[in-house]
């Protein structure tokens, strides 16, 4: 039988070691692995069009409009989650804001340079369709005001699905856009939603 020991490479003297029941002791940072010379930073951020606006109220029936959020040019970024914000008086969760469900619905995708896009969801048409892909997070109210936040813009209500990549994809960290690439994640809105009270998305996570 060979002896193997692993060691360290810092010279200190540290072992990895295996327990008793044959298991590995390791430690799981809160971030991901990396030099850590190298601080994460706290990102926040609005899904965005090239031109920098956040408001998704928007006719995306006729040219289809874009909202993303694009790899940084130095640091890897993570999505972890996010918080999408649909306000419109009468909402319910079989429209859209209070509009009728959408003919297109809302493209959410992640491309990345090399493997090209995932579709993570292709045409979200209602409030159900948002709330379902955030696992019915969070989960307020009841009945006929399941999901729903009262008087968030004036007395309008909002749905407010939270969306976390390691609830819905184990991902613990999130989805990565890798520093220097075309890499991003982004919403396209293919119908007319610009007459709802209130529609954008934020995105939470690090960057390191």
Do not use: C
């Amino acid at each position: 039988m060979l002896n193997t020991v692993i060691v360290d490479g810092f010279g200190k003297g540290n072992r990895l070691k295996v327990n008793g029941e044959g298991e590995i002791t390791a430690t799981l940072h809160q971030h991901p692995p990396k030099d850590e010379a190298v601080t994460s930073i706290p990102f926040r951020s609005f899904f965005t069009t090239s031109a920098g606006s956040s408001d998704m109220l928007v006719d995306g029936s006729t040219t289809n409009v874009e909202f993303s959020i694009n790899a940084d040019s130095t640091k890897d970024t993570y999505i972890k989650s996010i918080i999408v914000t649909i306000v419109d008086a009468g909402a319910a969760l079989n429209e859209f804001g209070n509009l009728t469900a959408l003919t297109n619905g809302v493209l959410f995708v992640w491309e990345t340079q090399d493997l090209g896009t995932t579709t993570l969801n292709d045409g979200i048409k209602t409030n159900f369709e948002f709330m379902r892909m955030a696992l019915g997070n969070p989960a307020i109210g009841g009945g006929t005001t399941a999901y729903l936040a009262s008087n968030v813009v004036s007395t309008s209500e909002a749905f407010t699905p939270v969306i976390d990549f390691n609830l819905l994809f184990g991902l613990q960290y999130g989805l990565r856009l890798r520093a220097g690439t075309n890499d991003k994640i982004s919403f396209t809105i293919r119908d007319n939603v610009s007459t709802m009270d209130q529609f954008d998305a934020l995105a939470y996570g690090l960057k390191i």
